[in-house]
Each structure stands twice: as C-alpha cells, then as structure tokens.
C-alpha cells in the first residue's frame, strides 16, 4: 500500500498499487491476473520457497510454514535457499527502483513473508539503489528499505485497527447516544 499525509492511496477504482501485479519481467510466466511477469511470479514467497527445493512443503504445510524453512535453512548455509533468495532479491530491488522512482516515498516498509528476510535481501536491493547518482544516493540513505515490525500478524492488527477506527469514528457516533 501507498500511505501519503496519514491516508492510504486507493486510486481512481479501488486498485492503487497492488505491488504483486505489477509485471517487472516481459519474458515472465503467466500470472494468475493475467499478465506476464508479475512481481509475483519472480519473487512471491511460494515461487522463491519453491525455487529453494521447498515445494512439498509448501503444499503440505502452507505457505507460512515453508518460508520459516527456507529462513532456517539459509541461516543455516543451504546453498539453494539462499540463492533462491538472491535471485527474489534481484527482483525486489529491480522492482523497489521503479517505486522509488515513481513515487519518491521517504521509506520503503518491506512487509509479509519478506520481513523476516531483509538480512538476505538488502544486498539486491542496495545493488538497483546504488546505481543512482551519489546525490540521489546520498538524498535516499542506506537503509531507506526497513522491514515492517508487526510481522506475519500485520494485517490482522490493521483491520482490527480499521474496525475500532470505524466504531468511534465521530461521524458514526449518533448524537442521541
């Protein structure tokens, strides 16, 4: 999501910004939206634990599952966990270029799965950033991508925010109460 001055972006249908469908590889699979090359089709936790020799576990166990062994195994040195991590990395970088450069945020909060995971994706991600020029570098920082802090519990917690938001909200607060 886009949050600009408090508020999320929700665009002139509803659709702003849906960074999975946002298609960075013209020679990519098929996406289940219909195009070609999404985001999460080259870097969707399922294709990237898939990827490290994890799909079994994946359809045996889900998703959530499947990414805690992948994070194990690379921390543990699986070659193949973490190349399929490099190789999501590259994308992401590629990818968070393109939203740095059209929409110029003050952070990047890198959420779901890939949280867990900035200590082995930065390095891709750094790489597309350091291609800016130093000044641009320099107005960006180091560590302008930071991984969110809620965890894999985040959209719980903000729609169990929205809900409290919508239930005091002044305007829905009758006057006769």
């Known amino acids: 999501i886009v949050v600009t001055r408090g508020e999320i972006l929700v665009g002139g249908h509803g659709l702003a910004f849906v960074p999975g469908h946002m298609a ?3 020679n990519g699979a098929e996406c289940a939206c219909g195009q070609r090359g999404c985001l ?3 870097a969707g936790p399922e294709v990237v634990v898939t990827a490290a020799g994890l799909g079994g576990l994946l359809a045996d166990q889900g998703v959530t599952t499947a990414v805690s062994e992948l994070l194990r195994r690379a921390d543990a040195g699986d070659a193949a966990a973490r190349e399929a ?3 999501a990395a590259m ?8 939203v ?10 890198l959420g779901g799965y890939w949280a867990a995971a900035i200590d082995y994706l930065r390095p891709g991600i750094d790489q597309f950033f350091s291609a800016f020029a130093p000044g641009a570098r320099a107005a960006y920082g180091k560590h302008m991508v930071r991984p969110a802090t809620l ?12 809900a409290i938001r919508a ?7 009758s006057e006769e109460v």
């Open 167 to 173: 239930c005091f909200d002044e305007s829905a607060v």
């Open 40 to 42: 999460v089709t080259v």
């Open 24 to 26: 960075i590889d013209p």
């Open 100 to 109: 740095l450069v059209g929409l110029d945020p003050s952070v990047i909060v």
């Open 151 to 162: 965890g894999l519990r985040a959209n719980i917690i903000g729609a169990v925010d929205q």
């Open 91 to 98: 994308w992401l970088g590629r990818f968070l270029n393109l």
């Open 85 to 87: 991590l490099s190789s």
